[in-house]
């Protein structure tokens, strides 16, 4: 587990979030599939393609249909590899399921929500990312499953915690 050294700011057990979203991360042949976001919450950031989730829509279907539309691909076999809780000062909280896949139908297509981006595992560039990236993509490079906390002061993290080997239910 890595955590910040000082103790949370919020009580964990009573959080709850206001918006429920998803990630979804192509790796395939040494490089991950990431996009430079165009407009929204992190625009001009690199980050896994993904959104809200839909009334009525599974966190699965949404982070399938979210790749869809920002990179016109349809990812394959697609796993839950992690959830994200973000505690935002700016912005209402969300609650992310992050998936992996590791193959794709279609081509990575600029749209107007997004330009694809590919990078070598080694060469991810963290500088343009979330700043809470750095602490849970190893994790997921390493297939390992995570449970993040992260506070957030402005676009910073503020306060943190990452458990590792979290188990999550299949989804059909």
């Known amino acids: ?21 998803t ?6 042949d040494g490089k991950i599939l990431l996009i430079e976001k165009k407009r929204g919450l992190g625009a001009g950031k690199i980050n896994g393609p993904g959104g809200k989730i839909d009334p ?4 699965l279907q949404c982070a399938i249909r979210e790749t869809q539309e920002e990179l016109l691909i349809t990812a394959l076999g697609p796993r ?3 959830e994200l809780h973000f505690a935002m000062s700016d912005v209402p909280d969300i609650l992310c399921h992050v998936y992996v896949a590791h ?3 279609g081509v990575p297509t600029e749209t107007d929500e997004a330009k694809p981006r590919w990078f070598r595992l080694e060469d991810i560039p963290y500088s343009q990312m ?3 990236d750095v ?5 997921m490079l390493s297939d390992r499953t995570f ?8 676009e910073e993290v503020a306060w943190f915690d990452v458990e590792e080997g979290v188990g999550f239910p299949s989804e059909g």
Do not use: Q, Y
């Open 1 to 21: 587990m890595e955590s910040s050294n000082v103790p949370s700011p919020l009580d964990w057990g009573m959080w709850r979030a206001h918006t429920h979203a």
């Open 130 to 132: 979330w700043s809470d």
């Open 135 to 139: 602490h849970w993509i190893p994790l």
């Open 23 to 28: 990630l979804m991360f192509i790796i395939k």
């Open 103 to 105: 193959d794709f139908e």
């Open 147 to 154: 449970l993040g906390r992260f506070a957030f002061s402005d």
């Open 56 to 59: 009525g829509e599974t966190p």
């Open 80 to 82: 839950k590899i992690g």
